[in-house]
């Protein structure tokens, strides 16, 4: 994946330097440690994360951990990539569903994150698992956010729910309880709920999604962030997370080639798991999000 390119480049180059040892000295691991901090802190990864990660790989590369099978850098790699995976979120998450339809599933996230996309990718998606999504516009302050949102339900092949001109315009909490009744009506069995996002985090929208939030209870409220803001990541995380809190994350633009480290760094610091990844603007690119499998793919 183009937004983890470097970083993986450099910490297979930091584990392959130890390869030609036979017996790993302190001095061997710490050299590693210092190589896999700077990789990481290069990549974006928030500095605490950093810091927590390397005091675990170095304190289990020291430790007595004896595994006959592998020599001593096959066991740091398998230590790094554990701990990779735990950062990530550790086991894979699936989507939750409710056990009485229709299960209710908001996204959340600034504008630009990918929210809109995301819903035709998720509805293309559950529609392959067997589902019957409906996707409700709920973001009523962007121009065109609406006509976007049936342009991709229309490809997706899912009914879109929008406000009638004059029925709950500017009104997005009566919207998307009137999408709930709808889908209950229509036998939709999952409802995607698309909000609006503000170029940076504001009370206003906050307060809008976190009004939305209360009125449907959702049983999953899906935090998207843009791989590609960098830093801002995890500060925008933590917004979202004290305004709406968020049960899952969906990371987006994993295929742009800035660097991703500190969307890496949102689950860790917010506790909540990743979700799903997105990688790219088709409705097809777009996958479950496998912790062990990322790791590797990093690791690679
Ligand atoms: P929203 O404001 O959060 O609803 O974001 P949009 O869904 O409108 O997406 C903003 C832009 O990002 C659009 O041009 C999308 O085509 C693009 N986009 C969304 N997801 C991805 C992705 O995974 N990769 C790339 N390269 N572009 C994406």
Do not use: Y
Request: net charge negative; hydrophobic share 45%.
């Amino acid at each position: 994946m183009a937004a983890f390119g470097s970083l993986s480049d450099r910490l297979t180059a930091a584990l392959a330097n130890l390869r030609t040892k036979g017996v790993l000295t302190a001095s061997d691991v710490d050299g590693t440690v210092r190589e896999i901090r700077r990789a990481l802190l290069d990549a974006d990864v928030n500095l605490d994360v950093v810091k927590a990660f390397t005091a675990r790989v170095r304190e289990r590369a020291l430790g007595a951990e004896v595994n006959k099978a592998l020599n001593p850098a096959q066991q740091v790699v398998q230590i790094v990539n554990e701990e990779l995976i735990g950062i990530l979120g550790g086991e894979t998450r699936r989507l939750e569903f409710a056990k009485q339809p229709p299960t209710v599933i908001m996204l959340a996230g600034l504008q630009g994150a990918g929210k809109t996309t995301l819903a035709g990718k998720l509805a293309m998606w559950l529609e392959k698992e067997g589902h019957t999504p409906l996707l409700v516009a709920c973001d009523l302050q962007r121009p065109n956010a609406v006509q976007q949102l049936q342009v991709v339900g229309e490809q997706a092949g899912a009914t879109v729910f929008a406000p009638e001109p004059g029925n709950g315009v500017g009104n997005p909490v009566r919207v998307a309880k009137d999408a709930i009744r709808f889908a209950r009506d229509k036998q939709h069995d999952v409802v995607v709920i698309d909000t609006a996002g503000r170029l940076g985090v504001d009370a206003d929208l906050m307060k809008q999604a976190a009004d939305i939030r209360r009125a449907t209870d959702p049983d999953e409220v899906l935090f998207v962030i843009d791989a590609m803001i960098g830093q801002d990541a995890v500060a925008t995380a933590k917004a979202f997370q004290d305004g709406v809190d968020f049960t899952g994350v969906v990371l987006t633009k994993l295929d742009g080639d800035a660097r991703g480290g500190a969307a890496l760094s949102v689950a860790s610091v917010t506790g909540r798991p990743i979700v799903f990844a997105s990688t790219g603007e088709k409705l097809t690119e777009f996958e479950p999000f496998h912790p062990d499998r990322m790791a590797s793919r990093i690791l690679d």
